[in-house]
């Protein structure tokens, strides 16, 4: 006579606790990368805030050196500027400015507003941020007018530098 299965029951606890420990440990797994992933949006938007304050200021000095630090060096990067209308190189860009903008220029101040929004992958980020720049020309006139800034940086070593930079004003309405 073969035993009866109704009289054994079958123990269903302890064989089944292992898949309420896999569900545990891929959920504590998924709040970990999630509470990572924020802590990193978080960190980004502290340092890159703090990138774009501080090259508002170095252009802001008037000195081309203050702000080549931002820059990477690389002849073969574009970027674009409010006058004329691209550089090649950073090589290009520093006499450039200087001779279209800064030697004409008695004071200029760079600001950046407060609606920077930061996307990075990787080494790669980039930046968009509205910002407003006044300048009081040599020849009397003056300058107040709002910037549309995207910049896009890549780490390099230690240090995150523009690769391309777009900054242009709205046309009037």
């Known amino acids: 006579m073969s035993p009866n299965p109704l009289?054994?029951?079958?123990?269903?606890?302890?064989?089944?606790?292992?898949?309420?420990?896999?569900?545990l440990a891929f959920l504590g797994g998924l709040l970990t990368f999630a509470g990572?992933?924020?802590q990193q949006k978080a960190?980004?938007?502290a340092t890159f805030h703090k990138l774009i304050d501080d090259y508002?200021?170095?252009?802001?000095?008037?000195?081309t050196t203050n702000a080549g630090k931002f820059y990477a060096k690389d002849d073969s990067l574009t970027f674009y500027d409010l006058t004329p209308f691209s550089y090649q190189g950073w090589k290009e860009y520093e006499p450039g400015v200087h001779k279209?903008?800064?030697?004409?220029?008695?004071?200029?101040?760079?600001?950046?507003g407060k609606e920077l929004k930061v996307t990075r992958h990787g080494n790669i980020a980039w930046t968009t941020v509205p910002m407003h720049i006044t300048a009081k020309m040599k020849d009397g006139k003056s300058i107040d007018a709002g910037v549309r800034y995207t910049g896009i940086w890549e780490k390099r070593g230690k240090s995150w530098v523009l690769?391309?930079?777009h900054l242009s004003v709205p046309l009037s309405d």
């Open 7 to 23: 009289a054994y029951p079958r123990d269903a606890g302890p064989r089944h606790h292992w898949s309420v420990y896999v569900l």
């Open 36 to 38: 990572a992933r924020a």
């Open 43 to 45: 960190s980004d938007q």
């Open 56 to 63: 508002c200021a170095a252009w802001s000095s008037g000195n």
């Open 100 to 112: 279209n903008f800064l030697d004409n220029a008695v004071s200029a101040s760079l600001t950046a």
């Open 163 to 165: 690769v391309h930079e």
